[in-house]
């Protein structure tokens, strides 16, 4: 697993790219935040922890993006999360930006 240590503005862009990459994997699934958590760290690469994704994640739902539910596994209460309209909406504009980003097409 990668680490980085790139300073405050690296940490915040880190968390928005994160934050990014939440909304895509819920795009096609509900997921839990365990597996939520496995695939970042195969996406990304970085080492990252339960004590930092799912923070990200209440705040995700808590401003609407994902909303979530639970259900009783055995002994085990799993708790699933699920991309919202607003959070399609976003991931959707979000998606067009990167790609105008990326892609080179810069607005004069």
Known sequence: MMSITPGRAGILLMKGLVRFAILSLLEKREMTGYSI????????????????VYPLLYSLEKSGLLTSFSIEKG??????????EAGRELLGKTKHIAQKIFEGEHVA
């Open 75 to 84: 002994r085990r209460r799993l708790r699933y999360y699920k991309l919202s």
């Open 37 to 52: 958590l496995k695939n970042l760290r195969s996406l990304t690469g970085l080492n990252l922890h339960a004590g930092s």
